[in-house]
């Protein structure tokens, strides 16, 4: 059979959440921890997922298979609590703004480093140049950690009973706020941690340099240039099998089935994320130990 057959769906969603479990803020006089716990609010996602899966080549002895899916998810916000429109999450960078998505960040724009003296430049909030950090400058950045764009394909070789899989994931358009840089390129005020190479090359030392690292003594400061996209690709899953043939097996008369592999997980990344590991569990970035590259040899039998 040298047909090509292509299976594809697409699915449309369109889905709305109410009376979300949230921390609503109250005085403290009345419990003696400033919050409790409400379901309150509501919010929207629409989207998008495809998936497709094809036998490009199938003859009596060897198969090619490709397969993918994408999904894309808008998220908005619709309705937070007592007819508040905005709610700034404390020690996280973000804000839920009616309007926009759940984990938009919110914080100050950083705008480079002054060629002439070294000194560190934002914005305002009103997009000025100034060499002052004011918490009063944070804006909406438009950037959230939960990724919009999201997906994996992979593909697989069979040659009578050998066998070879490799399976991606990817996501796009994520971004995290890089802590460890923080206290890496704390420029001074964190000199008792381990610092980054980047303060010895790159940092301002003299009229005209081009950097993003200010002026020694010019210490960081929690802005948008910390803020990296996570988007990735990586290598998920690579696996060469071999099943013994049935007539062997038949010979045995106790195997049914027998299957000898080898099989690797997570052996390449393609990131511009600078942490240990793009794949990271919140919105900032802790110095979170990466996922391990395994390897695996294996004998699967069926009798």
Known sequence: NKELNVYMSIDFYHKKTTDMLMSVPESYAITGEGYRWDNIGAMVNRGVEVSVNSDIIRTKDFTWNLNANVSYNKNKITELYNGVTEYEMSSTNTKL????????????????????????????????????????DKVMTGKTFDSPWAGGFGTTFAWKGLSLSAQFSWMADRWVMNNDRFFEESNGLYSTYNQSRRLLYDRWKKPGDITDIPRYGVTAQLDDR??????????????LA?????????????????RIYAQGQNLLT???????????????????????????LGIEVSF
């Open 226 to 239: 910390f803020l990296e996209n996570s988007s990735f690709l990586r290598l998920k899953n690579l696996t």
């Open 242 to 258: 071999y099943a013994l043939p049935q007539p062997l097996l038949k010979k045995t008369n106790f195997f049914t089935n027998a």
């Open 270 to 296: 393609f990131t511009g994320f600078n942490g240990l590991d793009p794949e990271v569990a919140s919105n900032i970035y802790r110095a979170q130990y990466p996922a391990s590259r395994q390897y695996t």
């Open 97 to 136: 703004v009616v309007g926009h998505p759940v984990g938009e960040f919110y914080i100050n724009r950083f705008a480079g480093v002054n060629p002439a003296n070294g000194d560190a430049l934002w914005y305002t909030k009103d997009g000025e140049l100034t060499t002052e950090f004011n918490e009063s």
